[in-house]
């Protein structure tokens, strides 16, 4: 069922493009050689080509060219051999040169595709229309001083990747799993390290809305939303703001808003309101960016697994479904993780328990998959034991627990604990002819014909045995002794 | 004239210079002059030629990378006219 | 002695140094001293004695060493206030960076440096490099030491007018200059100096303050054409610094000077017999070609048509590209900054009140030719005619080795002359600007004076990279021409 806003006049359909920032993973900056790392005191990672003295000049950094065509071939998109950088005119104080160096009329990367991985396990492709290279601005700090704006110039200069996508995307839904499933591209790439939270990716998202059948209406740009759940919400509300405009007789202009979470509306940038006219031009201080096809067939050729083909391997291999190889593959890390597990072992156990009590443990904590204080070969080891009968699932979750409290070994838990599997017949039967002797009220209930009992006996007789019988034999020899 | 006077205070508008009301109109007979005179390359037939892009024609040098430069606030600072700690300073900008 | 001194070239400078018959001190003191017995000329906006003394005492520790840096070691040299210079204020010669201490130096000066040279000062210019007559500084024009005895000062040209102004009286051995259209070898010609732009990516832009990225280029200005190869060969070089810099070995400019001109074609473009040229600018081209075809070279006629179509095309990209070169200057991080309560005013106020009117208006130029609607009217037209101008000279050079043509369509004019019309004043660069677009090596070398006695200036255009040939050719205009005129202000030679 298509996503659609029911207003007055019926349905109405969201048409939606993103462009993402991502800010690429280099040790410098794309024309200079200053650091590019986060959180640095104000104007420490500075160059004098950064803060644009005169006469400074940039020179590209090989590294970010690398990693743009590198993203591209990773959303599968036509590499351009050569491209042009432009500058962009436009006065702000964090612009010290006056002008942006990006890409406008020739991009590094043209058209490409990705594949959407919805909630539901199916797919959906969307189209890519280009990746292009450019500069981060600086940073503006407002609340400083009640009558100046303060200007530190450390990210002016970082490396950008803005990749934008077409406007194919329907739904608050497909626009979350497109931008997740590009966090998951650029990290499996190493290209930029995804972190929203830091602004090292943000999405300005393109919303319009239509009557099915219609072309396309005007779009208005919401600008840097930086956390998918925002990108969704700013969806829902910008697009239903849109449609209760054209009922009401009114008409969307073009402009760039602001998503603001508190009061949960959309509404104009005020530093936005002047047409620009950015003037673009080809940055006379830089040749064309020239690249051999060669070297684009070398970066192919060394490119990591992707999501996409690791998903379709796991399906393949370790039989799984497509949503439990969606989440295994969301993270570089967590696949390494899963397969370790998962080795030589039954792999949907495997899975189960990495999603679930893996999964559940760390988000508890806070930890991410590297934090994990249970190691791969620890839970694999775990699952060995579930698997040969050593101890019972039930079991297996304490034995879990005491693993993640002290890191130990899960082998060396249940034998200091005393947790092995009863599996000798006779112990079982004393504990099963005892339970039976002690009530048989309930053992009357059963022979009776009311087989719901069952659960409680075998519930006492795990009681009994301290939680070690194994529930298959304690299940066969109840139905034996109370049916004989 | 090929510049008026509204254009003329668009354009010193988009390069930031202020020109006051009273000298656009000189100005943009100056400019008009200019422009009047480059209107000579629209007899140029240009159909079948490529902008030219760059003058030198050779790849140009790409830097390793590698973390060469920045550390040096106060070069950087040495000739702001109004720095708060490292800072640079422009008159409050709203949002 | 003293006297002597500031009348050597640099090859007799290096000559006498390795001979010890004067210190590098001694050469910087009598510099100095004419320096400051000639500021009426106005060639300098800052005078550094102290550095020159101390440059100079280390050049000498390095002479009696024998471990002499280069052939520039211990010469006097004036730096064009372009570049931006260590510690020393560099102001382009504008309101704007009044005061502006560089914590960094220029790429070009550096390498000046590394190779002996001693920096006397920083030579006033046209503000920002914009302008033909050095009248548009903000620290007042710069007089041309050649005079009339009509009590009129002329203007020594530009942009690089004070450094033309200080090698021709005198005060410097030789000079930087920087050409974005013609503004070293117009002012050479103006003043009787030898004034080569290198090709396009010989020398390293980085920290010379940028006027038009895809013109400018640094070069030396000298009293002979051996000098500018002697200095050229410390200011080029690859840098790393400057995507636009070849990476190639430099030739010996020097050594590659020797041997004749006997087979050498020069080509003749017959477009630059423009209306309006002086007739004794066009009779002193044609002694230049009488001059070459006796040294045994073959005048060649080539054909550039659209030569007429060069100026209009300079001045939509340079205004363009400068444009944005200088909205870096907006008060925030250095240079001038005009108070204001509001970000939009403070930018405004400060750019109207520190960017002189030429500079404005080439500003204001600029950024209509980039905008909105039209851009491909104006600056890809231009692009375009600047690819089919950079063809033309590309076809040229397939029959000739080396152009001909005069430097400047008229000598030296007088300070207020010409200056109520922009489009009369960019006449100036006629010549000049076509190589520029190309990015064409070029030189002017003093060929004659004019009948009232101003010095005029023959224009020698090469093929990329390949200064060696005009630097040869050049010699022989030189030989000829054996221009030993003084100027006026110095006195009869
Ligand atoms: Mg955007
Ligand atoms: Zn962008």
Redesign the interface.
């Known amino acids: 069922m298509a996503y659609s806003i029911q207003g007055k006049t019926g349905a109405w359909e969201v048409v939606i493009g993103l462009e993402v920032h991502a800010q690429v993973v280099?040790?410098?900056k794309l024309f200079?050689?200053?650091?590019t790392e986060f959180g640095a005191?104000?104007?420490?990672?500075?160059?004098?080509?950064?803060?644009?003295?005169?006469?400074?000049?940039?020179?590209?950094?090989?590294?970010?060219?690398e990693q743009a065509v590198r993203t591209g071939l990773g959303l599968n998109a036509k590499i351009n051999l050569t491209s042009?950088f432009e500058?962009k005119?436009y006065?702000y104080?964090d612009l010290?040169?006056?002008?942006q160096i990006s890409q406008y009329l020739h991009p590094v990367v043209g058209e490409g595709v990705m594949t959407l991985d919805m909630p539901d396990g199916t797919t959906r492709d969307v189209g890519i229309e280009r990746l292009h290279l450019e500069q981060d601005a600086g940073k503006?700090?407002?609340d400083?001083?009640?009558?100046?704006?303060?200007?530190?110039?450390n990210r002016a200069g970082v490396a950008l990747m803005e990749i934008v996508s077409k406007p194919d995307l329907r739904s608050p839904e497909e626009a979350g799993a497109y931008v997740r499933k590009m966090r998951t591209i650029l990290r499996y790439l190493d290209t930029c390290d995804g972190n929203m939270e830091q602004g090292s990716l943000r999405c300005d998202v393109n919303v319009s809305v239509r009557k099915a059948g219609e072309g396309l209406r005007t779009r208005c740009e919401i600008k840097n939303v930086n956390s998918v759940r925002f990108v969704m919400q700013a969806i829902e509300i910008e697009a239903e703001r849109q449609v209760e405009l054209y009922e009401s007789g009114g008409s969307v202009i073009q402009e760039t808003r602001l998503y603001d979470p508190d009061r949960g509306e959309t509404r104009p940038?005020?530093?936005k309101e002047e047409a620009h006219?950015y003037?673009?031009?080809?940055?006379?201080?830089?040749?064309?960016?020239?690249l051999d096809q060669a070297y684009v067939d070398r970066l192919r050729a060394a490119l990591p697994e992707l999501p996409d083909a690791k998903k379709a391997r796991f399906r393949v291999l370790y039989g799984l479904s497509p949503a439990d190889a969606t989440q295994l593959t969301a993270e570089r890390e967590l696949a390494a993780y899963f397969e370790t597990v998962a080795e030589g072992r039954d792999a949907k156990i495997a899975a189960n328990w990495t999603l679930q009590e893996l999964t559940a443990m760390l988000n508890k904590r806070g930890l991410t998959i590297t934090e994990s204080p249970v190691s791969a070969q620890q839970l694999g080891a775990l699952i060995g034991l579930i698997s040969d009968n050593t101890i019972s699932g039930r079991i297996a979750k304490d034995v879990f627990e005491e693993m993640v409290e002290t890191g130990g070994d899960p082998v060396k838990i249940v034998d200091a604990k005393g947790l092995r599997q009863i599996t000798d017949t006779g112990a079982i039967e004393a504990a099963v002819d005892k339970v039976i002797a002690e009530n048989p009220a309930q053992a009357e209930q059963y022979r009776s014909g009311d087989q719901k009992v069952t659960g409680w006996f075998v519930g006492q007789i795990m009681k009994a045995t301290g939680g070690k019988a194994n529930p298959k034999m304690v299940n066969e020899l109840l139905k034996k002794k109370l049916g004989g | 004239m090929a510049l008026d006077i509204a254009t003329v205070r668009r354009i010193a508008r988009l390069a930031r210079i202020r020109v006051p009301e009273e000298e656009l109109p000189v100005m943009a007979e100056e400019l008009s002059r200019i422009m009047d005179w480059i209107e000579q390359l629209n007899a140029v037939d240009t159909s079948n030629v490529a902008p030219m892009t760059s003058v030198a024609d050779m790849r140009p040098h790409q830097r390793e990378d590698a973390v060469t430069d920045g550390g040096v606030p106060e070069k950087v600072l040495a000739n702001a006219t109004d720095r708060v700690g490292n800072f640079f300073t422009v008159p409050k900008v709203v949002e | 002695m003293s006297d002597a001194l500031t009348h050597l070239t640099i090859a007799e400078a290096r000559d006498g140094l390795a001979a010890k018959k004067f210190s590098a001190v001694e050469l910087a003191h009598a510099h100095i001293a004419a320096m400051e017995a000639m500021r009426d000329l106005n060639a300098f906006v800052t005078e550094t004695p102290e550095i020159a003394l101390e440059r100079a005492g280390q050049s000498d520790a390095r002479h009696g060493a024998g471990s002499a840096a280069s052939a520039m070691d211990g010469i006097p040299v004036a730096v064009k206030d372009l570049f931006c210079t260590e510690g020393v204020q560099t102001t382009a010669s504008s309101h704007m960076l009044e005061g502006f201490v560089p914590t960094y130096e220029s790429t070009v000066t550096a390498n000046l440096r590394k190779a002996g040279a001693v920096m006397l000062g920083k030579t006033n210019m046209d503000e920002f490099a914009m302008g033909s007559a050095n009248i548009t500084s903000y620290f007042g024009p710069v007089k041309n030491p050649w005079r009339l005895n009509d009590g009129k000062d002329r203007v020594p040209g530009g942009s690089s007018g004070g450094s033309a102004a200080a090698v021709a009286a005198r005060m410097a051995i030789c000079a930087t200059g920087s050409d974005t259209g013609g503004s070293i070898r117009q002012p050479a010609a103006f003043c009787g100096l030898v004034g080569l732009k290198p090709t396009y990516g010989r020398c390293s832009r980085w920290g010379m303050v940028a006027f038009a990225s895809s013109l400018d280029q640094a070069g030396p200005m000298t009293r002979s054409v051996r000098d500018a190869a002697i200095m050229l060969q410390s200011m080029a070089g690859f840098d790393p610094k400057d995507s636009t810099v070849v990476n190639e070995p430099l030739p010996n400019f020097e050594a590659a000077m020797a041997g004749s001109i006997k087979g050498l074609k020069v080509g003749i473009p017959i477009e630059y017999r423009i209306d309006g040229m002086s007739s004794e600018i066009e009779k002193l081209w044609q002694t230049g070609i009488d001059w070459l075809k006796d040294a045994g070279a073959e005048p060649v006629e080539v054909t550039l048509p659209h030569t007429k179509d060069a100026l209009a095309t300079y001045y939509i990209v340079a205004p363009a590209e400068a444009s944005s070169n200088l909205a870096r200057y907006d008060g925030v991080r250095y240079g001038l900054r005009v108070s204001a309560d509001d970000l939009t005013d403070m930018y405004e106020q400060t750019r109207a009140a520190g960017f002189g009117r030429e500079v404005r208006r080439r500003i204001l130029i600029g950024t209509y030719v980039l905008s909105a609607g039209y851009y491909d009217a104006y600056y890809v037209k231009a692009q375009k005619v600047r690819a089919l101008i950079a063809q033309e000279f590309a076809e040229a050079f397939k029959k000739a080795d080396v152009l001909l043509t005069p430097t400047a369509p008229f000598p030296a004019f007088a300070i207020g002359e010409k200056m109520d019309d922009p489009v009369q004043m960019y006449i100036n660069d006629v010549f000049t600007v076509p190589a520029s677009l190309a990015g064409l090596p070029a030189m002017s070398v003093p060929a004659g004076l004019s009948a009232d006695g101003l010095p005029l200036g023959l224009h020698l255009i090469g093929k990329p990279f390949d200064e060696a040939t005009l630097l040869r050719v050049g010699q022989a205009v030189e030989q000829a021409a054996n221009f030993t005129a003084l100027p006026q202000l110095l006195g009869k030679a």
């Open positions: 280099s040790k410098s200079s050689g200053a650091a005191e104000p104007n420490t990672q500075v160059s004098l080509v950064d803060a644009a003295m005169p006469g400074m000049l940039p020179v590209i950094n090989a590294r970010c060219v042009t500058r005119n006065f104080p010290p040169f006056g002008y503006s700090l407002h400083q001083d009640p009558n100046r704006t303060f200007i530190d110039l940038m005020r530093s006219d003037r673009y031009f080809p940055d006379p201080d830089l040749l064309p960016l020239a």
